[in-house]
């Protein structure tokens, strides 16, 4: 009996928490972290509309999201120990090379 | 499968598969990355035959096509559409041809990161066959775009000392004339309801004043690509800088590229403003023709000079394209093809000799001829090809294309072929210029030069006899015989020729 | 095609040999020579076949000749490749089997298989003069070559062929005059050979050029290159156009056979070896004008105008030409100047309509100066032998075998002066070589009174022929060739008296020795031709066979008989001016180091002619300077320093960072942004701050700016 | 207020709770830990919305693998804690302000614009869940079969990806 309103105002928030943490953390982890937590906020969304419209398309999309965050996750979490070990840092305010 | 194992969908996309394997080699293993590539390429070269063979002169129309519908939202209408012509099938060749030629000219010329080497160059074969065969504008644009990134970074990475600064200039003006392109693709994609070539062509509802600006915008992407005076100026730095394998693609493939666009594009998509450009076509073309020849012939780099000579000949290509007769088109064709194979042996030639002298400074040569037997001879007949000497091939191209230009309607003014046809004369001055101070005369500096350095100057090695060598044999081919050629794009030209509105 | 039905009768299927035998030739002279070079019979098998190839195209010659003979002499068309079909241009490759064809092909073949054969001789001892022995075999590659180009010109079926030819035969020219590139005439190491080359390539280009528009005119007007076709439309066309046409072609002429004002390129040409002279720039490629106007008789004929002109060039050219031969010093310059004045007694005498008598003193031209030429070479080899000889004599303590060695001449120079600079070919040097060189001599003598035309010499029948002609329809040119003529025998008897005549003024002449048969031989051949060349065509009632023979190809022929008159007065000036000759340089033979005795009495106008009337400096200053100047100005200044570093690197990528720098950074960043956060409404200053450091190169302000952005996007969607 | 409402109250208030902790805990260690737990509460709300698979999924690919991951590599740098800096002060203020005007924004423009109609069905009306499941399923490896396969290449290169990333060849050291 819950409207499918709360849910996507859940999503929202939850998304917009992930946005906040992506802009001003600085450990690259919990940005990436941050960035689950949209993708996750984005599913919740999905399978919310995907229950209204009571159609399996919905279910299988978030399905492909996970297994895309999956993978994202895997080579970024190798780029990030890459760059520990070659700059012995993974702060990114550090990782300032693009400075114009 | 089905999809992929159409012949022009493999013939686009087969050097992935090269990419994917050359993934897999250590790059370390330099032999193994040479040897993949070069084979990747060969097998292009022969699909593109067996394309050929499929291949139906006789018949006008798109042949071999794979059509599918690929994005179509909100009536946008945007397919995945190859096809093959008389038009574009000796480009195409020609593509898969220099390739091969240009990966076997990087044997000992490329040593640093190999790997990354050849995995940019089999992505910049696809893109240049992709835009040869794209029959849907928006794919074409994808194509046509795709093939500057490998091009910036073949450039940027392995080229001489101002590297950075060539494939920049590259990058952003062949960029910023393809922005208006792809606006007027927007616009004709949204007008039509459709981006397919053929399809548009068919309609061919385009108002005049229209048209004229949708030319124009068209022209400006190839007018630079080509390149066309006065727009040359990257032109130069970009063959200087580049490495041999580089410059021989980008004179033998990318600026046809350019030349390619006004042909399937300019002339069937906006008749009526083409007829009405011919006249001021002509004219750049004839100024490009004197002046390239002109700077040519005072320059002191090598490549410098070869690179002008091509502002010189693509003026040719250019002339005998807005001749709008058969002989001009079918000349300006055969054209693209000869200054590929000529420009493009003539790159090769100088890289080698670059190679060993790690000079472009033509003064410091001299009476190489004698030490050089084989390369000489063989410079020589390249560059006889190049100032059309009959019986080889430039002769061809360049006599249809100034017979074609000196009757043209379309042009309507006999003066600029003769004009051009003074270009001949100077074609001989620069190309003989080079010649001489380069392999006549007494001994130059060089020679002694290299001779410190503990080894003397060698002749050809077999390697890179076989790199030239087949493209001697089409030098000559099409100078002897090049009815063939001509059979092959015969009836499209003339199909072409008879949709324009002539006055 | 209308006569190809006659192919299949007698040899005219033989024809692509004639172009084959040459080709096959120099292939396998590529291919094997080198092997073959490195044997010690190395050099004669490369001779030899060449010779033999040259030779298969000769008996072709006679074949083709024999079978049209029989079959009447009407032409014959023998298709061979369809070579550019493309609209309407249909342009095939096929062999023209007619008596003017024939003539040349026999002329071509024949004097070229002797001089291939007097080459084997020649190149011999050239190579080793001038110390390069492989290259004895390129050059009979391109004398191959230059054969099957010749071979493509005479027998090409179309305009375009004979043009193919035309340009092939150029590439030779350019090949065989720089033959020795890397050094001068003397042997010196010098751009001077190839410069010599380079300039005959590129003034024949622009002959080519003037061919070229004759073509496309031609194209457009009549539809066609082929010759039948072509002759065949003209009588419907408007005459100017044809005018064009012709004029355009003498052009071409004027680059090939070196005709004013583009005959500044045959001189230079003598840089090539001798036998190149001989074959090349005097008996056949320069001949290819008087051809193609003989074969466009059909065209000049509709247009006196245009023959009027092209008759006063060959005439004006005659003379002027002859007159610079007075004041040279070289022999094979002397020959050069003597050859495009020949060459303008042609071109006269077929502007004039007399093509028989311009093809008949191109035949028998072909034969006299051919031997000159070779007798000059002969005469030359004669002198370097001798130098040898003598440097030899001299120098034994050296033990130098090479005279040419760099470290030799050094020291020469130390030792003695006049040995360091020797020209072989300089008359300077010569005299009295009747006694050393006596069969050089006397053959030598034969082709000189050819040229002077003395009865009853080829040169005199066929000379007289011409002057005959002109004196019936064109009196300037016949004043303007009887003048030539006399300057012709004056400067050969001056050359008769300067060589072989009064005493040896270098060791090098006294030491000169006699060349072996293989190089006689080929020129005894040669004399008899310029013997009795002249029966080629007597003016006599029932001779005229050549006219006859030319006929079935020009189809009307203007058959002079002898007049008395003409022949009397050109034998009298020959003769005095042979006699002139004696009087300046055979009485009182020329002195070591003495001036030309005709330099104090004619003083600047000798100098004139020594200088070659100063007509190279003349081009220099006008077209070649200029040229060069413009080039490196439009090369450094408009598209260099202007275009390319100026307006693209100052202007537009200058432009593009001031607007990015200056307009973006300053006005846009600061002032606009500033009103966008004061629009916002909330933290004003800090968010400039912030913003400010757009490019600060901090991911995160990165990603906080595309959260702005994503936010006003929302935002504005909201609000829409 | 029935049942449902309450849990979703409940849940709801656990997942914005553990969002937080995980943003603004400065160990992320815990953050790791926090997230584990909002997966939890999701993969709980998707249990709600009659989607069992995806909360399976859910709970084993992002709860169990991927912050496992996670974890992992953030001992093996150890970077816990990254030291205090002064840049970018304000950064996080931003952050906020802005992360909230887009929550706003977001929910006002979603549930005015989009104007989902509806209520949530519960799970064992929605559909008998194995039901569900096999539906799904066969609608995966039928009209979906070509996205799932690439899919999995995705997932195959990612991996080579990886591999080739971190691996260092042998004697080559940095």
Known sequence: MVPVEYYIILSAILFSIGVAGVVFRRNPLVIFMSIELMLNAANLAIVAFSSVLNSFSGQIFVFFVIAVAAAEVAVGLALIVEIFKTKHTIDVDQLNSMKG | ?503 | MHLSETVNSGFFFLAPWLVFAPVIGLLINIIFGGWFMKRSWGERAVGVVASLASGASFVVSVLLAWSLAAGHGEAVIVPFLEWIHIGSLELDWAFRVDSLSTTMMLVVSGVGTLIHIYAIGYMHEDVRFKGDPGRFRRFFVFLNLFIAMMMILVSGDSYLMLFVGWEGVGLCSFLLIGFWYDMDTLGRPSWANSNAAKKAFVTNRVGDFGFLIAAFIMFWAFGSFQFDEVFEAAHSVAPGVIVAITLFMLVGVAGKSAQIPLYVWLPDAMAGPTPVSALIHAATMVTAGVYLITRSAELYTLVPQAQYIVAMTGAITALFAATIAVGQYDIKKVLAYSTISQLGFMVAAVGMGAFVAGMFHLVTHAFFKALLFLSAGSVILGLERGHHHAEHGHHEEHGKGKTKSPKGEKEGKRKEEHHEVFDPGDMRNMGGLRKTMPVTFWLYMIGTLALAGIVPFAGFWSKDEILLDASRHYPAVYILLSIAAFFTAFYMGRQIWMVFFGEPRHEAAAHAEESKPIITAPLMVLAALSLLGGALNLPFEGFHQLGHWLEYTLHEVEALPLDLQVAGISTLLALAAIFLSWLIYGRNPLKTGQPDPLKKPLGFIFTGMENKWFVDEGYFAVIINPFKKLSQFLADVIDWRFWHDWFHDTVIAGTYNWVSNIGLNLYADQKGIDAFANWLGAATQSISATMRKVQNGFVRSYALSVLLGVVLIVGYLILK | MSGELILFLVLALVAIATALGMLLNRNSVYSALFLVMNFIAVAVFYLLLGAPFIAMAQITVYAGAIMVLFLFVIMLLGAERLPDAKVLPRQKLFAYGLAAVLAAETIYLLVTRARPEGIVLPPDEAANATGTLVALGKTLFTSYLLPFEVTSILLLVAMIGVIVLVHREKGVQK
């Open chain 2, 1 to 503: 499968m089905e999809f992929l194992l159409q012949p022009l969908t493999l013939l686009t996309f087969f050097p992935l598969l090269g990419v994917l394997v050359l993934l897999f080699i250590p790059s370390d293993n330099k032999s193994a990355l040479r040897w993949t590539a070069l084979v990747t390429t060969l097998v292009t070269f022969g699909i593109s035959i067996w394309v050929l063979t499929q291949f139906d002169a006789s018949n006008v129309n798109l042949q071999l096509a794979a059509q599918y519908d690929w994005i179509t939202v909100a009536g946008w209408n945007i397919q995945y559409y190859l096809g093959i012509d008389g038009l574009s099938i000796l480009l195409v060749l020609l593509t898969a041809f220099l390739t091969p030629i240009s990966i076997l000219s990087t044997w000992t010329a490329v040593e640093d990161r190999v790997k990354v080497f050849m995995i940019f160059f089999l992505l910049l074969e696809v893109g240049m066959t992709g835009v040869f065969l794209a029959q849907d504008l928006f794919l074409f644009y994808i194509f046509w775009e795709f093939t500057l990134v490998p091009m910036y970074f073949l450039i940027g990475i392995w080229g001489g000392p101002r590297r950075i600064y060539a494939a920049i200039k590259f990058f952003l003006y062949t960029m910023a004339g393809s922005v208006l392109m792809l606006l007027a693709i927007l616009w004709l994609g949204i007008y039509g309801g459709t981006f397919s070539v053929p399809e548009l062509i068919q309609q061919g509802n385009i108002p005049a004043n229209i048209q004229w600006w949708l030319f124009f915008a068209f022209a400006a992407a190839f007018a630079i690509k080509v390149p066309m005076w006065p727009l040359h100026s990257w032109l130069p730095d970009a063959h200087v800088e580049a490495p041999t394998a580089g410059s021989v693609i980008l004179a033998g493939v990318l600026l046809k590229m350019g030349t390619y666009g006004f042909l399937r594009f300019n002339l069937p998509l906006f008749p009526e403003a083409a007829v009405r450009a011919a006249p001021w076509i002509a004219l750049l073309a004839t100024i490009g023709i004197l002046y390239g020849a002109m700077v040519s012939y005072a320059q002191s780099d090598v490549k410098k000079l070869v690179a002008y000579s091509s502002v010189s000949h693509l003026g040719f290509v250019m002339l005998g394209l807005f001749a709008m007769n058969p002989q001009g088109v079918a000349g300006a064709i055969l054209q693209m093809i000869n200054h590929g194979l000529s420009t493009g042996a003539l790159f090769l030639l100088v890289g080698m000799i670059y190679e060993q002298t790690h000079t472009r400074e033509i003064k410091v040569y001299g009476g190489l001829w004698k030490i050089t037997p084989v390369f000489g001879s063989i410079m020589l007949i390249v560059s006889l090809s190049s100032m059309g000497l009959p019986g080889l091939n430039g002769f061809v191209g360049e006599f249809t294309i100034l017979l074609g230009a000196f009757g043209s309607q379309a042009i309507g003014n006999t003066a600029y072929a003769i004009l051009s046809a003074l270009g001949v004369i100077m074609a001989a001055v620069y190309i003989l210029y080079m010649f001489q101070k380069m392999f006549l005369g007494p001994q130059g500096e060089i020679v002694d030069e290299v001779k410190k350095h503990g080894h003397a100057l060698r002749d050809l090695n077999w390697r890179e006899i076989v790199t030239v060598l087949p493209l001697l044999v089409f030098i000559f081919w099409i100078g002897l015989y090049p009815k063939p050629f001509f059979a092959l794009m015969a009836p499209a030209v003339e199909n072409l020729v008879k949709m324009l509105p002539l006055p």
